[in-house]
């Protein structure tokens, strides 16, 4: 029976079973956690491979790996990211381990010499601002608070970020900066935008010159099913228009290989590039060639890539599975709660009554379940309806995922039903 439909007396005897099943939650002591999007022990194992040596220290131009040089990356490894970005390799620089360190340097790089050559630094700027799509990626919203960047939430929508208001912002105000997206199986959502939004980002005239659109393409190849979402190249659209340094793209291996020692990369138009390598210059001798010599040796092109991530996506699955079946028949019945069904990606995000996501929270954390915080995925960690939970399935086993899970609904019932006497 549908919450909506229950007597004041039904609702209470309803909460009076709920509170009677997490007391027994309470009574297992319980210690499982779905707060972090973190491969799983049996995934990193997938790529255990790359630890048994490569055949020769010198990339395919005769580079050797061990020494100084070759500041923007062998040039296989940039082939390999320029495929599977869809750009071309010589837009491509691989850097070191963590995509997360390349965005936190190029917003750093404009705040002290500005975005392009000859810009006016954004520290020397009377006020800076950024577009956040919300619910968002947690550690971009850290990033640009740490700056002292002002933040304005952009509602999401399936199709991606509501593109009027995008649009209204950035043509219209020269103090929006930049705008964070992931724009495949979003961070926490799983939306990947449509073709119509990707068009309309290529195509944007900012009113500042040095306005950029963070373009995170952490989950470019992370398909759950054989046939993934398809996500329309912002160089190819961007570069039709003229406008390929309207963006900076990146993404990395970290849930292809290791998260701990994969290899990232950034991608734009010439100039941006240009100006990185200049930069990067002064910053580094280099990263570790090593490293990406092994990742091109194991990972060889993007047809068994792909096929290296439908190995991944049979772990994760069941996951995902795991958590849905859980959702469609525990919470059907509790008003204003709906959740994602990504096609791939980490995230699932659950959507609960107004001001029911921290109570939810703290009853799991009560319970030994840990949930990535209520309010993580927007600015300033304020989520204004307290409506939105992030779920990361990818790290427990399945068996703990679905005893955590027993929880998590049980304890979304007990605030909802509290909230509805
Ligand atoms: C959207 C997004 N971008 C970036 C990262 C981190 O990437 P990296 O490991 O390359 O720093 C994550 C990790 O969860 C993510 O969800």
Redesign the pocket.
């Known amino acids: 029976m549908k919450y909506s439909q229950m007597t004041k007396s039904q609702i209470s005897a309803e909460l009076e079973k709920e509170l009677q099943k997490y007391k027994e939650f309470l009574d297992m002591k319980l210690s499982l956690n779905m707060a ?3 491969p799983g022990a049996d995934q990193l194992a997938l790529s255990e491979e790359m630890y048994s040596g490569i055949p020769s220290p010198f990339s395919e131009d005769g580079t050797d790996c061990r020494n100084y040089g070759g500041l923007d990356g062998i040039s296989e490894a940039r082939r390999l990211f320029g495929t599977i970005l869809e750009a071309p390799a010589e837009n491509v620089i691989v850097c070191g ?7 936190y340097d190029a917003i750093a790089r404009a705040m002290i010499y500005g975005s392009y050559k000859g810009a006016t630094p954004w520290i020397k700027q009377d006020k800076i601002k950024f577009l956040c799509p919300v619910p ?2 947690d ?2 919203f850290a990033i640009t608070e740490s700056f002292g960047i002002e933040m304005i939430n952009i509602p999401m929508t399936p199709e991606g970020p509501d593109m009027d208001m995008v649009e209204k912002y950035v043509q219209g105000d020269p103090t929006v900066k930049g705008i964070w997206c ?1 724009p495949k199986y ?3 959502d799983g939306y990947t935008y449509s073709d119509e939004t990707v068009r309309r980002f290529a195509n944007l005239k900012p009113a500042a010159d040095d306005f950029r659109i963070f373009w ?1 393409n ?2 470019v190849v992370h398909d759950l099913y054989d046939e993934g979402d398809k996500l329309l190249s912002i160089y190819n659209e961007a570069k039709k228009v003229g406008n390929e340094n309207i963006f900076l793209m ?6 292809v290989t290791f ?1 701990g020692s ?1 290899i ?1 990369a950034v991608v734009s138009g010439k100039e941006n590039i240009d100006f990185i390598n200049s930069i990067l210059t002064v910053q580094t001798i280099g990263f570790d060639k090593m490293n990406m010599l092994r990742h091109v040796e194991f990972l060889k092109d993007f047809d068994s890539l792909k096929a290296h991530m439908k190995r991944h996506a049979d772990i994760l699955r069941p996951k995902f599975e795991t958590v849905l079946t859980a959702f469609e028949s525990e919470l059907s019945s509790l008003p204003n709660t709906h959740w994602t069904s990504p096609r791939g ?3 699932i995000t659950l959507y609960l009554e107004k001001g029911c996501a921290s109570r939810t929270f703290d009853l799991c954390k009560e319970a030994g379940v840990t949930l990535t915080n209520a309010g993580a995925p927007f600015p300033y960690g304020k989520d204004p309806d307290d409506s939105v939970l992030r779920i990361a399935p990818t790290f427990p086993p399945v068996e703990e995922l679905k005893i955590a899970v027993q929880v998590l609904t049980c304890a979304a019932k007990i605030a909802t039903l509290e909230k509805m006497i």
């Open positions: 972090r999007g973190k381990n963590s995509s997360l360190n390349l965005m968002g990626y550690r971009h992931v979003s961070n926490p995170d952490a989950y990146f993404a990395s291996t970290s849930k998260p994969g990232s990606g980490y995230f």
